[in-house]
């Protein structure tokens, strides 16, 4: 599958690299959310977390781990989200699974808020639970 990302990955399409191993590489993202802003995003081609392979689960959370130190102190920030948007109805944008990983500071003004749902009752809340929970 031949995205944006898989050509950057193949060097094809120039990109600002800030880390790269035989199964990722990360790269600042070309319209950040703030400066910084790095997209880490596995070789092995897959659209996002429904057909993500297991043992790509494994390497991430150490990865994520260690770019999010190296940003706190390269940037000096005050905290990081991490992001990913999984499906169209998610604001997925690249459908070559990334994940974002983005620099905050202290009153910089930008709002990932959700808006707040309510269940109708407790039960209604509960019965939600249920439903995963059979999915797994
Ligand atoms: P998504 O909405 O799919 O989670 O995010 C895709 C991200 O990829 C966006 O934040 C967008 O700015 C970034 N992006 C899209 N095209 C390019 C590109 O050619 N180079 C880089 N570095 N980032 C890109």
């Known amino acids: 599958m031949e995205t944006i990302f ?5 060097g ?6 800030v880390y790269e191993d035989e199964d ?30 297991e043992s790509v ?5 150490p990865l994520l781990s ?7 102190e390269a940037l000096n920030c005050d905290g990081i989200n991490i992001v990913q948007n999984n499906g169209k109805a ?9 994940i974002h990983l983005i620099p905050r500071y ?11 749902k309510e269940y109708d009752s407790t039960e209604h809340m509960q019965q939600t639970a249920e439903k995963i929970k059979s999915s797994i």
Request: glycine share 6%; hydrophobic share 40%; no cysteine.
């Open 6 to 10: 898989s050509k950057i990955i193949k």
């Open 24 to 53: 990722f590489i990360a790269i600042l993202d070309i319209m950040p959310t703030n400066l910084g802003h790095v997209l880490l995003i596995p070789k092995e081609y897959f659209e996002n977390i429904f057909d993500a392979p």
């Open 90 to 98: 998610a604001g997925q944008e690249v459908f070559h699974a990334h």
């Open 106 to 116: 202290e009153n910089d003004g930008i709002r990932f808020t959700p808006q707040h």
């Open 57 to 61: 689960g494994s390497k991430v959370y």
């Open 66 to 72: 260690k770019l999010a130190k190296a940003m706190k």
């Open 12 to 17: 094809e399409i120039p990109s600002s690299k």
